[in-house]
């Protein structure tokens, strides 16, 4: 199954199951979806429930959160999630903090999902990573599916969550196709927010990912693997709350970590794991913690340029082995 096709089905049967579920965004009805994920739902749902706006970030999510208020349960897309700065002020400050200002009487929920991070030669301004800016936000739960079985079963919790979820897509990973069980495909599957997934279990160094970079530490894991280290890779799947447990207990097993993301290294998700595994396994560690990031800069054009500076395997590889290097050589 693609993830494109796990993130319809996942929209397709959440609305089936509950009326108050409905879609919004541009080019989500009579055009299908910018990259097809609300396929054929104009034509099953009608215009009541998938919902063509204009190019108004900020007018239609704020339409989105209004109605969240009253007791629907929008599904807002953003044809790319540097649109939604345009709409930020009614994600953080409407939704993601009026269950806590109205005391827990009124709840909010509604997702706001579309493709986060780098895609392809679309530059500095389209190409941001956004799982930081959103993770560090109280009130906001932040997810960030790699394969199908993540999309499907995170994106159908998000929708049934009582509070605001920022669902982080990656536009490369759309057309990817994951093998996905009988369990996956029944429409009660649903995943647990704030859970972690070791996609891959080592002995040597713990590489924490999530979204494309996933797919990237699993490529780099075999590459070391002939070279006779072992990697466990978690996927990290929810952003906020981040299942600290399972990235602490892992690197207490491997006593090495290398984080990877998309994003800026300056108060990165790295640096949030990093911290936990700090204060919390420091003792364990054999190695200083490896981060792979982007570069510290606005994103280049230019596809040479692109590539230097978004995280590639040999990347991975690299770390992993300085970590490894490092801890053999302190003993």
């Given at each position: ?67 969240a208020f009253y007791g629907l349960k929008p599904i ?256």
């Amino acid at each position: 199954m693609t993830v494109r096709d796990a993130l319809n089905s996942a929209i397709d049967e959440e609305m089936s199951a509950d009326s108050k579920v409905y879609l919004m965004g541009e080019e989500v009805g009579e055009y299908q979806g910018a990259y097809k994920i609300s396929k054929g739902l104009l034509q099953k749902f009608g215009p009541d429930r998938v919902l063509d706006t204009p190019i108004t970030e900020a007018g239609f999510t704020g339409i989105g959160v209004g109605s969240a208020f009253y007791g629907l349960k929008p599904i807002v897309e953003f044809m790319t999630f540097n649109f939604a700065m345009q709409a930020i002020d009614h994600i953080i400050n409407s939704a993601a903090k009026t269950n806590y200002m109205s005391a827990g009487q009124i709840s909010v929920p509604i997702v706001f999902r579309g493709p986060n991070g780098a895609a392809a030669g679309v530059a500095a301004q389209h190409s941001q990573c956004f799982a930081a800016w959103y993770g560090s936000c109280p009130g906001l739960k932040v997810l960030s599916p790699y394969s199908a079985e993540d999309a499907r079963g995170l994106l159908k919790a998000a929708i049934r969550d009582p509070d605001p979820v920022v669902f982080l897509e990656n536009e490369i990973l759309y057309g990817e196709a994951f093998p996905v069980s009988a369990e996956v495909l029944d429409p009660s599957f649903v995943l647990p927010i704030g859970k972690a997934k070791i996609e891959r279990e080592g002995t040597d160094v713990t590489v924490t990912a999530f979204s494309k970079m996933v797919g990237y530490a699993l490529k780099a894991a075999e590459i070391l693997e002939k070279e006779g280290i072992n990697v466990e890779v978690i996927n990290l799947r929810s952003i906020r709350p981040l299942d600290r447990a399972t990235i602490n207990q892992s690197v207490r097993k491997t006593n090495r970590l290398v984080t990877v993301e998309e994003g800026w290294p300056q108060h990165g998700i790295g640096a949030e794991i990093c911290t936990s595994v700090v204060e919390e396994s420091f003792d364990y560690l054999d190695a200083p913690v490896e981060r792979i990031t982007g570069a510290d800069v606005p994103m280049p054009y230019a596809a040479n340029l692109e590539r230097m500076a978004v995280p590639q395997i040999e990347d991975i590889v690299r770390a992993v082995k300085r970590a490894c290097s490092r801890s053999a050589r302190g003993k």
